[in-house]
């Protein structure tokens, strides 16, 4: 057993639980909407189901393993896991595409657990947080500019995190509504400041479908302990992205293949004597 393996109790997160809410967060999430590209559904269709006729050729697949595949897939809309499975699996690709001409901050996966409307405050906050909430104290700061290093003035910077157990507030069970969220509208020094806790590694929850696929490849459920951020200003390109921890469990193994060499922090220990600090800048490509 490593350090971080979560022991289930009636406290933990259930697959089920943590994907009920994450598929309710994804039907309550503006999307885009437009007229319907036939040619380009029918040209994605055709390959996307092309790519997997070759994989069943390529691996000789049983109809004992068709038949696993199906009860699987459905288990997965039951259970509600579809917002875990793609954010892990399939999301980070979907990122390198979009974001692939982007020349300023580097950005990653979203995952599936940002809510928009957190508590929002200026310049300098202290996330909400338990009063006994566990984990070393970080402060987190930087300055968000554009690509000419010019500081941006009325940036908002979005930070959600999991707690000290890894759990995500809105998606576990019994963490107060906001806790480990909230957003800073930033001056015109472009500079922002959080005081807050070090995340936990993240499991993905072993007792639903997304565990069953990972028990079954005989894979790991780990993601390293990240701080997760949305950094929009007017004019300027939204970067969505997240921050992992120099050292960290999992940081050179992430089941979610989400993290990249620019989002690794370096803290150090903080000047007020409690805990580490940190300093991130964001530069933001224009509209
Ligand atoms: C998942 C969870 C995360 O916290 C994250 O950042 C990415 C993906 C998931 O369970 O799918
Ligand atoms: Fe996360």
């Not at 269709?45 to 070759?54: C, G, P, Q, S």
């Not at 691996?59 to 038949?67: G, K, S």
């Not at 007792?207 to 993601?223: E, M, N, Q, V, Y």
Request: charge should be negative; include cysteine; proline fraction near 8%.
């Amino acid at each position: 057993m490593t350090s971080t393996e979560i022991n289930p109790t009636e406290h933990n997160p259930t697959a089920a639980g943590s994907g009920r809410n994450a598929t309710a967060a994804f039907a309550a999430k503006e999307r885009a909407s437009g007229p319907v590209d036939h040619a380009r559904v029918s040209a994605i269709a055709t390959d996307a189901i092309a790519a997997l006729h070759e994989v069943v050729r390529r691996h000789q697949v049983t109809y004992a393993e068709y038949d696993a595949l199906k009860a699987w897939l459905i288990s997965v809309g039951e259970t509600g896991e579809w917002p875990l499975f793609l954010d892990v699996w399939v999301e980070h690709v979907v990122e390198e595409v979009a974001n692939a001409d982007r020349k300023g901050a580097v950005g990653t996966i979203e995952g599936p657990y940002y809510i928009p409307g957190a508590p929002e405050f200026a310049s300098e906050a202290t996330l909400p947080m338990r009063e006994d909430e566990k984990g070393t104290p970080l402060l987190f700061q930087g300055t968000v500019t554009d690509l000419d290093g010019k500081p941006v003035d009325g940036a908002l910077v979005e930070l959600w995190h999991a707690d000290d157990d890894g759990y995500y507030s809105q998606f576990a069970p019994g963490i107060p509504e906001w806790n480990l969220r909230g957003q800073i509208r930033v001056g015109a020094d472009g500079h922002f400041a959080f005081h807050t806790i070090q995340p936990a590694p993240y499991q993905i929850p072993t007792d639903g479908s997304c565990g069953k696929l990972i028990a079954a490849a005989g894979w790991h459920p780990w993601r390293p302990a990240h701080l997760h951020l949305k950094v929009s200003a007017p004019g300027k390109q939204l970067v969505t992205t997240q921050l992992y921890f120099d050292g960290g469990e999992w940081v050179d193994n992430d089941v979610a293949q989400a993290v990249k060499p620019e989002l690794i922090l370096r803290p150090t220990p903080a000047a007020s004597g409690e805990g580490n600090e940190v300093t991130y800048d964001f530069a933001l490509d224009p509209a």
